[in-house]
């Protein structure tokens, strides 16, 4: 099974608000990968957690907050966002084989700000 | 740094007919390449890879040959069908440390009837 879950698919929010995006991998893997996807585009990376450690922050807004609880949940809070934030949110994850890994994606979330 | 090209399309053809998009890729040392498809309204799936030089990817009737020496990896479909309208992706990545997947910029798909 090379399933990644997201929570939830689709979000609406103001830009006072907070709320967070929720992603769960069941297949053992040790890193997961935050990724922002604007329309036409490819993903761009955000985040990467390397065995529940943030290994990778690309210059990423403090208004974008990842959190990793433990080895399947990968969260990301979000709080006084912009309307330009809008876009697909995907989680992936991979195995962190060193030689062939292999990053598996999640539905994603769509996000609108408002 | 890592770099892939790919055809940005769009790419229109009739159901049946023979897909190629190109990829080639810049990288050090001996990278995995991959193919991801985007459905509309979804997110990535993984289409195949490949990890070493000469292996050929495939699945679902699609298939990519890693060549080193051309440093390419281009997807191939003999008979594309309307289900297969997404939006394509190669992408490669170098291993070790490095977590991050280089990709292209996407070739959009559409298979007519």
């Known amino acids: 099974d090379t399933e990644v879950t997201q929570t939830p698919k689709h979000l609406v929010m103001g830009m006072t608000n907070k709320k967070s995006l929720k992603c769960e991998q069941h297949?053992?893997?040790?890193?997961m990968y935050w990724y922002k996807q604007k329309a036409k585009k490819p993903p761009e990376l955000m985040f990467v957690?390397?065995?529940?450690?943030?290994?990778i922050n690309e210059s990423v807004p403090s208004r974008f907050s990842p959190e990793c609880p433990n080895s399947s949940l990968l969260n990301l809070h979000l709080h006084a966002l912009q309307p330009e934030d809008s876009a697909l949110y995907l989680c992936?994850?991979?195995?962190?084989?060193?030689?062939?890994?292999?990053?598996?994606f999640g539905p994603g979330t769509r996000l609108t700000v408002l | 740094g890592d770099s892939v090209t790919q055809m940005e399309g769009p790419v229109t053809l009739s159901e049946e007919a023979f897909l190629t998009i190109n990829c080639t890729y810049t990288?050090?040392?001996?990278?995995?390449l991959f193919w991801y498809v985007q459905y509309p309204g979804e997110g990535l799936q993984l289409l195949l890879k490949?990890?070493?030089?000469?292996d050929k990817g495939s699945n679902k009737g699609f298939e990519a040959t890693y060549r080193k020496e051309t440093t390419s990896f281009h997807l191939e479909k003999g008979s594309v069908q309307v289900s297969d309208s997404a939006v394509y992706f190669c992408?490669?990545?170098?291993?070790?440390?490095?977590?991050?997947?280089?990709f292209g910029k996407g070739t959009l798909l559409t298979v007519n009837p």
């Open positions: 297949m053992g893997h040790r890193a």
């Open positions: 992936a994850s991979s195995s962190q084989d060193y030689s062939t890994d292999t990053q598996y």
């Open positions: 992408a490669l990545s170098s291993g070790g440390s490095n977590y991050k997947l280089t």
């Open positions: 490949a990890t070493k030089a000469d």
């Open positions: 990288a050090t040392g001996y990278p995995s």
């Open positions: 957690y390397s065995y529940e450690k943030l290994s």
